[in-house]
């Protein structure tokens, strides 16, 4: 509902998705930085279309498509929830889809570059510490939540929520291949087995096997030097540096909320926040950053009083109300 000329009108459902597509194109353009990088990126991957289209490669094809997709996915959720993503998560989040779908997927870096795929699930433990940051932040912010929680509880919910991300894509990763055999559990070759399975005494006691240098299936030799572990490794892998990454950006906000200007200017340049005007925006952020300094102090200051800018300083609460006026 809108108020046109002081009378209610009601949107159709037509013109509610047309005005919510108009938003995300408005959202795409609102950083010049962000839409260039998006723009680039975007005619990298109809190119790369175009070419895999032309060597018959229809399944990339259809990975490209999903990454065009992909990329309007943040400016999306932005306009569903009303939220900002700074400039610089923005890019980062476009850089990983097109590093993790057109060069991991589309150009084989998975397994032309050994550590294509450690480096990209370190890089989505950090980011994903950086969403779930940012969210408690709000919550923690928010008038209508009746407790405040210290550094500790807000680092250790952001942990948890980016290896709960971490685990869930694992378990997606275990459906495609299992349902699908797809192989997104990349499988590793190994030169010692230790498995109750293989104890000819069939007794609960691991049965090693060292120096193993051929595997045979139905009598056929593979000629992959050694085991082939199914997926097992890369999974421990990939969750153990999605730990290592949420756990390095739980420290950066935790200092962060302490007062350390380095990892604070870090941790709110990755800070989701509620949508408004730039120079709104802004003062907000700097508000934010205010409040957990005077939280850390112990100094709270009354309405009213005049600061050494020689301006009347608010507290957050009146601030965050005028904001949300319309």
């Not at 940012?134 to 008038?143: A, G, N, P």
């Amino acid at each position: 509902m809108i108020r046109l000329n002081g009378e209610k009108y009601f949107m159709t459902a037509r013109e509610k998705r047309k005005k919510f597509w108009d938003d995300v194109n408005l959202e795409m353009r609102r950083h010049k930085g962000t839409f260039f990088v998006f723009m680039i990126l975007r005619i990298l991957v109809v190119v790369s279309m175009i070419r895999q289209f032309m060597l018959g490669n229809y399944e990339s094809v259809m990975l490209c498509v999903l990454t065009l997709l992909l990329f309007v996915a943040p400016m999306v959720v932005q306009v569903r929830l009303n939220v900002d993503f700074p400039q610089i998560l923005e890019v980062t989040i476009l850089l990983f889809i097109y590093a993790a779908e057109i060069l991991g997927e589309v150009n084989s870096y998975y397994t032309a570059i050994p550590y294509w795929d450690i480096m990209l699930h370190t890089l989505n433990g950090f980011l994903c510490g950086a969403i779930g940051f940012s969210l408690v932040i709000c919550l923690d912010k928010d008038e209508n939540i009746f407790f405040r929680m210290s550094p500790v509880l807000i680092v250790t919910v952001s942990f948890c929520f980016s290896m709960t991300i971490g685990v869930l894509w694992e378990f997606f990763e275990y459906t495609m291949d299992h349902v699908f055999l797809m192989d997104m559990q990349k499988d590793t070759v190994v030169h010692t087995v230790s498995s109750v399975v293989l104890n000819p005494m069939r007794v609960q006691r691991p049965w090693i096997i060292r120096d193993i240098t051929e595997m045979s299936i139905n009598g056929t030799e593979m000629g992959v030097g050694g085991y082939v572990d199914l997926g097992l490794i890369d999974t421990m892998e990939d969750l153990f540096v999605n730990f290592i990454g949420a756990l390095t950006f739980s420290i950066i906000g935790w200092l962060a909320l302490h007062g350390k200007r380095r990892e604070r200017i870090i941790a709110m340049g990755l800070a989701v926040v509620p949508k408004m005007p730039e120079q709104e925006l802004a003062a907000y952020r700097k508000r934010l950053e205010d409040a957990e300094m005077r939280k850390l102090k112990g100094v709270e200051e009354e309405p009213g009083t005049v600061g050494r800018d020689g301006t009347e300083q608010t507290a957050l609460k009146e601030e965050t109300e005028k904001i949300r006026e319309p």
